[in-house]
């Protein structure tokens, strides 16, 4: 199943992270090397489903790229966004991080 089609599109990073917000994504996460991280946890990325993709291409400068997650996780009671760049900025661990989130169907 495609979840793109589940979802609106955005013309910012901004906009969509909002929009995630207000569904009730309120974790700030982030990518550490196999894990994913909170202030204050680490998590397995196989604990997490993902919700929501939104990829961002930049207009003017390829290398402005960035792509938001919307993530859950029924285990850690968890609705969380991850942000991260793509492309040329995509570093290894967050590549593989993603790779493991179960994609919601």
């Given at each position: 199943m495609d979840i793109r089609r589940q979802q609106p599109s955005f013309d910012t990073v901004t906009e969509s992270v909002q929009w995630l917000q207000d569904k009730g994504y309120g974790a700030n996460l982030s990518f550490e090397q196999d894990r994913i991280v909170s202030q204050a946890d680490r998590f397995d990325p196989d604990d997490f489903l993902l919700d929501y993709v939104f990829r961002f291409e930049g207009e003017s400068d390829p290398n402005d790229e960035d792509i938001v997650f919307g993530v859950s996780s029924a285990k850690w009671g968890i609705k969380g966004i991850l942000v991260s760049a793509f492309g040329a900025y995509a570093g290894n661990a967050?590549?593989?991080?993603?790779?493991?989130?179960?994609?919601?169907g």
């Amino acid at each position: 199943m495609d979840i793109r089609r589940q979802q609106p599109s955005f013309d910012t990073v901004t906009e969509s992270v909002q929009w995630l917000q207000d569904k009730g994504y309120g974790a700030n996460l982030s990518f550490e090397q196999d894990r994913i991280v909170s202030q204050a946890d680490r998590f397995d990325p196989d604990d997490f489903l993902l919700d929501y993709v939104f990829r961002f291409e930049g207009e003017s400068d390829p290398n402005d790229e960035d792509i938001v997650f919307g993530v859950s996780s029924a285990k850690w009671g968890i609705k969380g966004i991850l942000v991260s760049a793509f492309g040329a900025y995509a570093g290894n661990a967050s590549n593989e991080v993603i790779a493991r989130l179960v994609v919601r169907g």
